[in-house]
């Protein structure tokens, strides 16, 4: 695509459907697969891959057609894919939703090493924490704890665990941003947050 390109991002760029029919045919199917690892959801994935052609038709007049296509479709894919992570991680029953999706199905090679790769990272922040706010933060996060139990067990009180663990998260996920990919620190977070 990349020697009738020019021609193609011109056309779409006049509002011709026929230049974005023939780019969509192209890179649909790529978009979606990307989409369904976020999700682990075909609705969701179709859903979030229509969203990501309206946004490209809608901002078809910014391309540069001197610069490859399929960048700038990651660009807007990786953007509406953590949108859709973003309110995920906001919303406990979509959260949930997400989680058992993830359980339910064979994750591939891939994912298995990107994620180890990533629990790596996090294990490493996890291991820079406090002593005390890291035993705040391993209570709540892997032995399941509430902040009531957590505050009763190292006898603190309820607010002061309850900000150890709120510096303990936010201590992680600044280190995430700076070692890892925003993407996959999402995931990451999403899959270390209480259920």
Request: charged content about 25%; overall charge positive; hydrophobic content about 35%.
């Amino acid at each position: 695509m990349n020697r009738e390109q020019p021609t193609i991002i011109t056309r779409l760029k006049k509002g011709h459907q026929d230049a974005f029919r023939a780019i969509y045919d192209r890179y649909h199917q790529q978009i979606y697969g990307f989409s369904l690892k976020f999700t682990h959801s075909p609705e969701d994935a179709q859903e979030i891959t229509q969203n990501i052609f309206y946004r490209f038709w809608q901002h078809r007049t910014k391309i540069d057609p001197q610069r490859p296509l399929e960048p700038y479709l990651y660009q807007i894919a990786k953007n509406e894919n953590l949108k859709f992570l973003r309110k995920v991680a906001q919303d406990k029953s979509l959260r949930d939703q997400l989680y058992q999706q993830m359980n339910d199905s064979t994750p591939t090679a891939e994912q298995e090493m990107i994620f180890a790769e990533y629990t790596s990272i996090a294990q490493r922040a996890i291991s820079l924490l406090p002593p005390k706010r890291k035993l705040v933060y391993e209570m709540a996060q892997q032995q399941g704890k509430t902040i009531r139990e957590i505050a009763s067990l190292m006898e603190i009180t309820p607010q002061t665990a309850r900000f150890q663990l709120t510096q303990a998260i936010s201590f992680i996920k600044h280190y995430l941003k700076q070692h890892a990919d925003l993407t996959l620190t999402l995931i990451v977070a999403l899959l270390t947050q209480s259920r």
